[in-house]
């Protein structure tokens, strides 16, 4: 049987973080979960579903902006909880705000992806502005945050007629 190096080791876990963040294996992607989602739908709540698509995405992007934010910035304020991690209203305020927000989450899951696979970053280290997270938990919530998300906004889609697979 082959030894794997510490190196090796280091380099395989940094794949399978990247891997889950890009919505492989079990996952979905973020593109998928929103393309093609009707204007008029983006801020409908399915009876008997307490979250429109709007609210969702949002409550998505405020999340991981504030996890990354914490990874990167030892200054970073979180928003109040849980009310500063959703979105006042069901529906996007501007026509332009649903666009907005998805190329938000892209540019932060991508930043969030780059922080991961760069070589210099220690997964293991605790940051020194926390209680004792790391990259890697971060980076591991954030796959977690979105998937569980993810699969709220299919069901929702589904709801609405508005899935398709």
Known sequence: ?????????????????????????????????????????????????????????????????????????PDHVSPDFPDGYWPAGNAPGKPTAWDDSVSAFSTDLESMLKLVADPTTDLHCPLPHGTGQTILREALLVADHNAYHLGQLVVVRRALGAWYD
């Open 1 to 73: 049987m082959l030894k794997a190096t510490q190196m090796d080791r280091e380099n395989v876990l940094r794949e399978h973080v990247l891997y889950l963040l890009r919505g492989g294996g079990a996952h979905l992607s973020f593109a998928k979960a929103v393309e093609n989602l009707p204007e008029n739908l983006r801020g409908a709540k399915p009876d008997g579903i307490p979250y429109s698509p709007w609210q969702l995405l949002e409550h998505m992007c405020i999340a991981q902006w504030d996890i990354l934010e914490f990874c990167r910035n």
